[in-house]
């Protein structure tokens, strides 16, 4: 485990809003973002869901959809900004994020689980904390030595976001669908004497 629990729960939601709620290509097709009246249950959708942690309702309200969906937006540069080597950048937004979030350290318990520190924001609606607790998250990783743990996928027309909690810190893809994707476009590219150009690099 390369976190606190609560630490690798915020870092989940902050994937999971990145890649359902923001623009760009997913899997090899474009990707559009649930707007409107879809977003507070895309929203809802996108927060995890884990013994010991609340469960959001089925639909959020849609103040703190809209919310979720501009911190998402936000989120992604700081993913794009390190998989691209801009740590300088990345510090940048997630410190905006923070003091947009108010973000706040506090020690929380659950019945029958010892003292955490969770992280809130400037107020209790669901919009405010998550944004908040995905902020601090993210600053603890670019802020941590498992900084470059965090990534865009690295396949063909797909730019969502990852985290890498494998052992030997490998990963450069968003899912096994697009690692499959590439495996069988290099094996189709070598049935073809055409060059892999990742061996290549």
Not at 22 to 43: N, V, W
Not at 80 to 88: L, Q
Not at 132 to 137: D, E, L, P, Q, V
Request: aromatic share 4%.
């Amino acid at each position: 485990m390369l976190f606190a629990s609560h630490v690798e729960v915020l870092l989940e939601a902050a994937v999971n809003l990145v890649n359902e709620l923001t623009d760009g290509e997913r899997r090899g097709t474009p990707y559009s973002a649930p707007r409107g009246a879809h977003l507070p249950m895309a929203a809802a959708a996108a927060l995890p869901r884990r013994p010991g942690v609340e469960p959001p309702p089925a639909e959020l309200p849609a103040d703190g959809a809209a919310r979720l969906a501009r911190a998402a937006r936000e989120m992604r540069g700081v993913f794009e900004a390190v998989a691209e080597g801009r740590v300088d950048d990345a510090a940048r937004i997630v410190n905006a994020l923070l003091l947009e979030t108010g973000a706040r350290p506090q020690l929380d318990r659950t019945p029958g689980e010892p003292w955490q520190v969770h992280f809130h924001g400037a107020d209790d609606r669901y919009g405010a904390g998550w944004s908040a607790g995905c902020a601090t998250a993210l600053a603890l990783a670019v802020g941590g030595e498992v900084g470059t743990r965090i990534g865009v996928c690295r396949a063909p027309h797909c730019d969502r976001v990852y985290v890498d909690g494998s052992r030997n810190s490998a990963r450069r893809f968003c899912s096994a669908s697009c690692q499959s994707r590439v495996k069988a476009a290099a094996f189709r590219a070598r049935r073809a004497g055409v060059p892999d150009p990742e061996s290549a690099s």
